[in-house]
């Protein structure tokens, strides 16, 4: 049978082979399949790489911003531990194009779990995926095609299978003198001795090597692959394995790198370079040249939460330096963006995450660092989920081309200061200028966090709010509050203020060449600048959209020396050149100092790359702040923003807003607009010159408006908004609604049912006839009513140890509700009783061991989120662990339930295991809790 790297990784460097375990050390196998595990006990590899830092491969992948939309097959091959099989590879290709790909999810990929794959052509190019399948590379093209999808593939070019290596008739393509076994060193396995060996890597020193190479990259576009995506990159430059130790020969970075080069070089701009599992040493130097993807973290595994922020938070130097996405998309953020690295964060899977929360914070975090979506899901576990992966407000995110930052504190490495960078603040513009913004809460409790527009973002008039998962409009705002469940997110969309032509700020763009975010001068708009620009090579690059023609583009720099100058151009996605030319930068008198130059530059119409590039024609250095494309109306200033308006006379379908007058900007104020909040906002009322106040009509009764007023210039400019005044309308016949009742109080908590009580709501127009109980979600549900004068409720049904949230409103005789109470947070009781729990040491090598651990629901209902815990009677530790999320202080271990086995039904059982080690004695634990309660020992 294959042993996989996943079963070698998902215990720590043991096997399991035909139910009894093996430890990897002792000549067990591992297949050239994928998998991830926790950083045990692993030392510093001493590597330098090659190159410099002034290069990065320029293609119409990474020039296009952000990573592909695609299926791939990992999510069935790593769960059964098995390449997909044909059958099933077609019926989950013909539900991505039914499902996906009218959503733009229109490719698929292989993955692993090909080292058993030995049919090759006289070349010695695999045939097929699997051996076992009856369709081909060109059969499954073809199929694809059909059904409107195009092809990725797994494979390393750099792999040669022992059939072809022992086939003295296969020869190296366009060399029929060198046969394949000639560019190959006798026992240069990969895996070395823990692997299969049934594929050996190319030596790139060899005659024939980069015809071979090269030749196999030709192979797959030919067949109609249009992405590669290349994996153990890491084993072949140092032959070693965070987890396995010595894992081969190591090639040295010198070797990588030419392969590397010989790849890139044949692909082009036809096929997409997936460099996954690189060690990225010298900041992913070699990768930077040659790829286009680069992996930044672990394998996703399982996926669920862990995979996204559990496990090792430390950096290491070499793979993977950062074990999670929120670290790894953090940690390389500095060379992300148009024209450099596309980030690549794995798999991801709907249905493996706990929460709508936790899959929310999945998605907009990959799209927030441009890293390509991947579906992991399959058409037989997608379960309520697919709306996730048909949500065209975060898919469009990616086709927009959009790459984010995280929010720089300061311009350390976040390798050396975790502090420099905040992996929970996202920020970047889209290519008309606007902004995208994303909170996250990556604790076990709900947070508040909070962003100010003109410190952040530069953004000193602030600019109209759209909640991007909620799809609701929040109107004109100057910073932004949100209120965070665990695992929670909120995405915003700010569209500036005022109609200025679009302001680019320099520290969310794309920096090449040793360019560097800096905020140590002052002056600045946003969080910082760009500096660096004094070395030949070093470069800003800007997303813009163009409308075509010549473009007034105003640059606003500091310059503390004497006059310096940059080459400033634009080109398209596709590399076609529209305009370029040098521009000179006079000096400011100090490094905040700012200044602005204005040149003409001729864009695209579409997406434009606006570079400023010291090359080696140009002089001195200046610090960056910002780029303006385009200018205002006839070079006019619009008007300022009016007062916010003023409710008045409010009944149940009009209200009247007042407000005081704005400022007029180069022309004067011919009126004012008043909009009205919604998707997307509408102006609802229009004044003349002067007139200060407007009635709106036609509203419904007992419902909340929010609404804001812009200035309109004589020459048709409108300025920029109001703050937003939110208005609820009077009930039917013009009363006045309920107030809000007391913040409901809990009692009486067990592990279903809740009991909330709350003082009275003050009454409206009429008498109070009763209370509705609301349960937070998506959307609010009325879980209770009660009658006029009770004032408590009982809530049943619930689920254990789970957190809930509840409001309570006010309704009166006429049939209006009032206004909402605070809401109450409650966790249910856990269920503990009748749990048994059973330990078993399944192998013990002297100075290790893995265990298995049972637990069995005794009881008759079911325990929801179960946590485990024991104590060691001795010095054992917990390595690695598998089914739960382990984690250990002192002799005290707690593991807790992943989502996908969260619930234990009556007479039910659930199994986890770990790998850990001992000195001594290796007695086994006495004692057990289920949630914090004793549970019987088995």
């Known amino acids: 049978m294959a042993i996989s790297r996943r079963d070698l990784l998902k215990v720590g460097g043991t096997v399991v082979v035909g139910g009894s375990l093996l430890s990897a050390g002792s000549g067990s196998a591992a297949a050239a399949s994928r998998g991830r595990g926790a950083l045990v006990g692993s030392t510093a590899v001493a590597v330098s790489a090659v190159g410099t830092d002034s290069v990065d491969r320029d293609s119409v992948f990474t020039r296009g911003g952000s990573g592909p939309l695609y299926w791939s097959t990992y999510g069935y091959d790593y769960p059964n531990n098995n390449a997909q099989s044909q059958a099933s590879w077609q019926a989950n290709v013909t539900w991505v194009a039914k499902n996906l790909k009218p959503y733009g999810i229109d490719m698929a990929c292989t993955d692993g779990w090909v080292d058993y794959t030995q049919a090759t052509n006289s070349n010695g190019y695999i045939l097929n995926y699997q051996d076992s399948w009856a369709m081909g590379w060109a059969g499954m093209s073809s199929y694809l095609s059909g059904l409107g999808l195009k092809m990725g593939v797994y494979y390393n070019p750099l792999w040669v299978t022992k059939s072809a290596y022992n086939d003295p008739s296969k020869t190296v393509v366009g060399r029929p003198d060198i046969p394949i076994s000639s560019i190959v060193t006798a026992g240069d396995f990969f895996g070395g001795n823990k692997g299969t060996q049934e594929i050996y890597w190319v030596d790139v020193t060899k005659d024939g090597a980069k015809e071979f190479v090269q030749g196999y990259v030709n192979y797959f576009k030919q067949l109609g692959a249009v992405y590669l995506r290349g994996d153990f990159w890491a084993w072949y430059e140092t032959g070693y394995d965070q987890n396995e130790g010595t894992v081969g020969v190591a090639h040295g970075s010198a070797n990588y790198a030419t392969a590397l080069g010989w790849i890139s070089e044949a692909a082009g701009d036809g096929l997409e370079v997936s460099v996954v599992m690189p060690n990225l040493l010298n900041h992913g130097q070699n990768e930077r040249r040659y790829g286009d993807l680069i992996r930044i973290d672990d394998d996703c595994g399982s996926g669920g939460w862990n995979f996204l922020d559990g496990g090792r938070s430390s950096?290491?130097?070499?793979?993977?330096?950062?074990?999670?996405?929120?670290?790894?998309?953090?940690?390389?953020?500095?060379?992300?963006?148009r024209g450099q690295m596309i980030l690549d964060g794995d798999v991801l899977e709907m249905n493996s995450f706990g929460s709508d929360d936790e899959r929310r914070t999945a998605l907009t975090l990959f799209a927030m660092a441009g890293s390509p979506l991947i579906v992991g899901d399959r058409s037989d576990n997608i379960g309520s989920y697919l709306s996730f992966w048909q949500n065209n407000d975060i898919l469009n995110i990616n086709k927009a081309g959009f790459v984010g930052k995280p929010y720089y504190h300061n311009a350390n490495p976040f390798s050396s200061d975790p502090t420099s960078r905040d992996p929970e603040t996202w920020t970047g513009q889209l290519p008309d200028g606007t902004w995208l913004v994303a909170l996250f809460n990556t604790t076990y409790s709900s947070v508040t966090k909070s962003i100010d527009f003109a410190g952040a973002l530069g953004l000193a008039a602030g600019g109209t709010v759209h909640d991007v998962w909620n799809n609701t409009n929040l109107g004109q705002m100057t910073s932004y509050s949100a209120s965070l469940p665990m695992h929670g997110v909120s995405l915003i969309k700010i569209t500036p203020a005022g109609s200025g032509a679009p302001v680019y700020q320099s520290q969310v763009a794309a920096w090449g060449g040793g360019a560097m975010f800096d905020n140590a001068a002052s002056g600045f708009s946003g969080n910082g600048y760009v500096d660096g620009l004094g070395s030949v090579g070093a470069r800003v690059v800007f997303g813009v959209t163009g409308a075509?023609?010549?473009?007034?583009?105003?640059?606003?720099?500091?310059?503390?020396?004497?006059?310096a100058s940059l080459t400033i151009s634009a080109k398209n996605v596709a590399g076609t050149v529209s305009g370029s030319t040098s521009v000179s930068l006079p000096g400011?008198?100090?490094?905040?100092?700012?200044?602005?130059?204005?040149?003409?530059?001729?864009?695209?119409?579409g997406t434009n790359l606006i570079t400023l590039e010291r090359t080696s024609t140009d002089s001195g250095s200046v610090n960056l702040d910002s780029i303006q494309v385009g200018a205002s109306s006839g070079g006019s200033t619009p008007p300022g923003a009016p007062g916010t308006p003023a409710a008045s006379a409010i009944t149940s379908n009009a209200?009247?807003?007042?407000?005081?007058?704005?400022?007029?900007?180069?022309?004067?104020?011919?009126?004012?607009?008043?909009?009205?909040?919604?998707?997307?906002?509408?102006?609802?009322?229009?004044?003349?010159?002067?007139?200060?106040?407007?009635?709106?009509?036609?509203?419904?009764?007992?419902?909340?408006?929010?609404?804001?007023?812009?200035?309109?210039?004589?020459?048709?400019?409108?300025?920029a908004a109001s703050g937003t005044t939110a208005v609820t309308t009077?009930?039917?016949?013009?009363?006045?609604?309920?107030?809000?009742?007391?913040?409901?109080?809990?009692?009486?908590?067990?592990?279903?049912?809740?009991?909330?009580?709350?003082?009275?709501?003050?009454?409206?127009?009429?008498?109070?006839?009763g209370y509705q109980v609301y349960e937070?979600?998506?959307?609010?549900?009325?879980?209770?009513?009660?009658?006029?004068?009770?004032?408590?409720?009982?809530?049943?049904?619930?689920?254990?140890?789970t957190q809930y949230g509840f409001y309570v409103k006010a309704k009166d005789s006429a049939g209006a509700l009032g206004a909402a109470s605070a809401t109450k947070t409650v966790t249910t009781?856990?269920?503990?009783?009748?749990?048994?729990?059973?330990?078993?040491?399944?192998?013990?090598?002297?100075?290790?061991?893995s265990a298995l651990v049972t637990i069995t629901n005794t009881g008759t209902s079911?325990?929801?989120?179960?946590?485990?815990?024991?104590?060691?009677?001795?010095?054992?530790?917990?390595?690695?662990?598998?089914?739960?999320?382990?984690?250990?202080?002192?002799?005290?271990?707690?593991?807790?339930?992943?989502?996908?086995?969260?619930?234990?039904?009556?007479?039910?059982?659930?199994?986890?295991?770990?790998?850990?080690?001992?000195?001594?004695?290796?007695?086994?634990?006495?004692?057990?809790t289920i949630n914090g309660q004793p549970a019987t020992t088995q």
């Not at 075509?548 to 006059?563: D, E």
């Not at 009781?829 to 013990?844: E, R």
């Open 588 to 605: 400011t008198g100090g490094a905040g100092t700012w200044s602005t130059v204005t040149v003409n530059l001729a864009l695209a119409a």
């Open 730 to 769: 009077a009930g039917s016949g013009g009363s006045t609604p309920p107030g809000a009742p007391g913040t409901p109080a809990a009692s009486t908590i067990t592990a279903t049912a809740v009991t909330l009580t709350w003082s009275a709501a003050a009454a409206g127009s009429n008498a109070i006839a």
């Open 315 to 337: 950096w290491q130097n070499y793979w993977t330096q950062w074990h999670t996405p929120f670290l790894g998309f953090t940690g390389f953020s500095d060379i992300s963006g």
């Open 862 to 928: 079911a325990i929801n989120n179960w946590t485990l815990g024991f104590t060691f009677a001795g010095n054992q530790h917990v390595t690695n662990g598998w089914n739960a999320t382990w984690s250990q202080s002192g002799a005290n271990v707690t593991a807790s339930s992943e989502s996908f086995n969260g619930a234990i039904a009556p007479g039910a059982s659930v199994q986890i295991g770990f790998t850990g080690t001992y000195s001594g004695a290796n007695a086994k634990p006495t004692a057990f």
């Open 829 to 849: 009781a856990a269920v503990s009783a009748g749990a048994a729990v059973s330990y078993a040491v399944q192998s013990d090598w002297g100075s290790g061991f």
């Open 776 to 801: 937070v979600g998506s959307p609010d549900t009325v879980v209770a009513s009660t009658a006029a004068g009770t004032l408590t409720a009982t809530i049943s049904g619930l689920m254990s140890a």
């Open 655 to 719: 209200v009247t807003l007042t407000w005081s007058a704005a400022a007029a900007g180069s022309n004067p104020i011919a009126g004012y607009q008043v909009y009205q909040v919604g998707s997307p906002d509408t102006v609802v009322a229009s004044t003349a010159a002067g007139t200060l106040t407007a009635t709106i009509s036609g509203l419904t009764a007992a419902t909340s408006y929010s609404f804001y007023v812009k200035a309109k210039d004589s020459a048709g400019t409108v300025g």
């Open 548 to 563: 075509g023609g010549t473009t007034p583009v105003t640059i606003r720099y500091a310059n503390s020396g004497s006059a």
